[in-house]
């Protein structure tokens, strides 16, 4: 789930779980979940082993439930790749079983990760099939999060350079997916969440990134990551950010959630008028 | 900068997550359980397994370091 869908942008949290339902999935939700630690540990203030050890407890807990992990955010995704990844050549691997053993806890190295946006777009013909509002040719930008395709690009749907799966996506729904220069730059978040704090830096990329969007005609952007949603989405008024939403909303109100169309306005700063009039 | 992302570390030594605010106004519109922290036992076990891997000790060097 991860810790921004879960305390800060809850209408993600309900949309994938119910979205997934309706597409006749069995998701699994636990409180017992803990952050992934990618954001602390890219910053150089938690280290490998560390990291590992919470990816573990969240495996452990996972495995609980399912042998196939839909991760709602981008640098969870990512975490969960990179430990898995990595851990058999690190030298920790037996410190870090021992940590969590001490607990009861047992890792399960080998679950299968997905973003839940691929999810979606491997059913995307049943989406359509079961979706009760259409796009109406909105013109839709889409942005990819950083930690989605750039740590491993060979695990991301498409080459990195011209992913297109959430483009076909938005086709799917009836939407218009606009093509801008900026698709592959960062929201803006390195700069601000990092140890190399910069706010200049971090609102200067937000800028271009929304102005290329908007220089393409997008009406509405659709991420992948809470994280970028929020940057992109409590962007200063001077930087004219635009409608934003997860995906994992969008599908939730293509397929007629009324309970997110009632809380999502009050789940962002920008108004989403144009999603939410269709 | 150290202090931009002190409060994130802080928050996962005290309850496990970056972010452990919820906005319950929101959670209860949505008939989502108002509370997602992490139950007491679990924050407990996840308390003992993060001082096995040297995460308190890794912060109080880092506060040490950078103050605070």
Aim: proline share 5%; with cysteine.
């Amino acid at each position: 789930m991860g810790c921004l869908a879960r305390a800060k942008y809850p209408t993600m949290e309900y949309s994938a779980v119910e979205t997934l339902k309706l597409l006749g999935f069995k998701p699994a939700v636990s409180r017992e979940e803990v952050c992934c630690g990618g954001l602390l540990h890219l910053s150089g203030l938690m280290d490998f082993k560390a990291l590992a050890s919470f990816t573990g407890w969240n495996s452990w807990i996972a495995s609980q439930h399912a042998q196939t992990v839909a991760a709602l955010c981008d640098t969870c995704y990512c975490t969960y790749l990179h430990v898995f990844k990595e851990l058999k050549g690190s030298g920790v691997k037996e410190e870090v079983e021992k940590a969590l053993a001490k607990v009861g806890a047992k890792p399960a190295w080998n679950l299968k990760v997905f973003h839940v946006a691929e999810i979606y777009y491997k059913v995307r013909e049943k989406i359509s099939r079961l979706k009760k509002r259409d796009l109406k040719g909105l013109r839709v930008a889409v942005h990819h999060g950083c930690h989605y395709f750039k740590p491993y690009p060979e695990e991301a749907l498409g080459k990195p350079e011209s992913i297109r799966f959430l483009e076909e996506l938005v086709e799917t729904l009836g939407g218009q997916p606009v093509e801008y220069a900026e698709k592959n730059l960062c929201c803006g978040a390195c700069y601000a969440a990092s140890t190399f704090y910069d706010k200049d830096a971090s609102l200067e990329t937000t800028r271009v990134k929304l102005a290329s969007m908007r220089e393409a005609g997008a009406e509405v952007i659709i991420v992948t990551c809470p994280g970028c949603l929020s940057t992109l989405d409590e962007a200063p008024a001077r930087l004219h950010p635009l409608p934003v939403v997860h995906v994992s909303e969008l599908v939730g109100l293509m397929l007629g959630l009324d309970r997110l169309v009632e809380a999502l306005p009050e789940a962002r700063k920008v108004s989403l008028k144009p999603l939410l009039n269709l | 900068m150290f202090s931009s992302l002190k409060p994130f570390l802080e928050n996962i030594l005290e309850t496990g997550r970056v972010v452990s605010v919820a906005d319950a106004r929101l959670r209860r519109k949505l008939k989502l359980p108002e509370d997602p922290s992490l139950p007491e036992e679990t924050l407990r076990k996840v308390k003992v397994f993060m001082g096995e891997v040297g995460l308190f000790r890794e912060a109080e060097k880092l506060r040490e370091i950078y103050g605070g």
